[in-house]
Nanobody, 119 residues
Framework: QVHLVESGGGLVRPGGSLTLSCSAS????????MAWYRQAPGHQRELVAS???????SYADSVQGRFTISRDNINNTVQLQMNSLKPEDTAVYLC?????????????WGQGTQVTVSS
């Protein structure tokens, strides 16, 4: 079992920056991949950025060049640095992780942290 806890959300003006952090209850070395998703009211959950084995980093087209995902293996956290924020970035941001367990893949989600971009 892995517990994920997000932090760092809040209210920011357009053009501003925020850094989200996802703290995992076990070493990141045991996890296969980690990612940030977001869900805005009335919209489907969408993948924002991911760290996959390789390592492979990928971003949604809408955040490419503005957001950066990174991992801190010492503190077992994954961060999402968000710059040049736009009102359309407003959403609940959720941390995701998966791990291999008994030949299957287990998925874990955090509770989410609200990001509101508004003047």
């Amino acid at each position: 079992q892995v517990h994920l806890v997000e932090s760092g959300g809040g209210l920011v003006r357009p053009g501003g920056s925020l850094t989200l952090s996802c703290s995992a209850s076990k070493s990141l070395s045991f996890l296969r991949s980690m990612a940030w998703y977001r869900q805005a009211p009335g919209h489907q959950r969408e993948l924002v950025a991911s760290l996959a084995p390789g390592p492979t980093i990928s971003y949604a087209d809408s955040v490419q060049g503005r957001f950066t995902i990174s991992r801190d293996n010492i503190n077992n956290t994954v961060q999402l640095q968000m710059n040049s924020l736009k009102p359309e970035d407003t959403a609940v941001y959720l941390c995701f992780a998966d791990e291999f367990y008994s030949a299957s893949l287990r998925e874990y989600w955090g509770q989410g942290t609200q990001v509101t971009v508004s003047s």
